[in-house]
């Protein structure tokens, strides 16, 4: 399984971005599918994370309100929309799946996609 992330970049205080992550493998419809970062200096933290039918998600409360999580089955990918984006977004994002358990806070992550940079200026 490969999972292939795209779209970082740099934005302004208060822009938006999508994050895309395409999966490979056979077991998309079936995994549990979420976005991490890490910043400079601190451990990696789940940022959103939804279930293999899209019905569950989760949220970090830093992210509530202003990220979107969504999963089209078909085309075995996810996005992660980003609005009102702050410096302190500001991070490597990962794509991350896990096989199918009860728990969206992906704790046992089974495949990493590489990461994409998001920098946020003030």
């Known amino acids: 399984v490969q999972l292939q992330a795209s779209g970082g970049g740099l934005v302004q205080a208060g822009g938006s971005l999508r994050l895309s992550c395409v999966h490979s493998?056979?077991?998309?419809?079936?995994?549990?599918m979420g976005w991490f970062r890490q910043a400079p200096g601190k451990e990696r933290e789940i940022v959103a994370s939804?279930?293999?039918?899209?019905?569950?998600?989760y949220y970090a409360d830093s992210v509530k309100g202003r990220f979107t999580i969504s999963r089209d089955n078909a085309k075995t990918m996810i996005s992660l929309h980003m609005n009102s984006l702050k410096p302190e977004d500001t991070a490597v994002y990962y794509c991350?799946?896990?096989?199918?358990?009860?728990?969206?806070?992906?704790?046992?992550?089974?495949?990493w996609g590489k990461g994409t940079q998001v920098t946020v200026s003030s």
């Open positions: 493998g056979p077991t998309f419809n079936s995994d549990t």
């Open positions: 939804i279930s293999w039918s899209g019905r569950s998600t």
């Open positions: 991350a799946a896990e096989k199918s358990g009860p728990s969206l806070l992906l704790l046992h992550v089974d495949y």
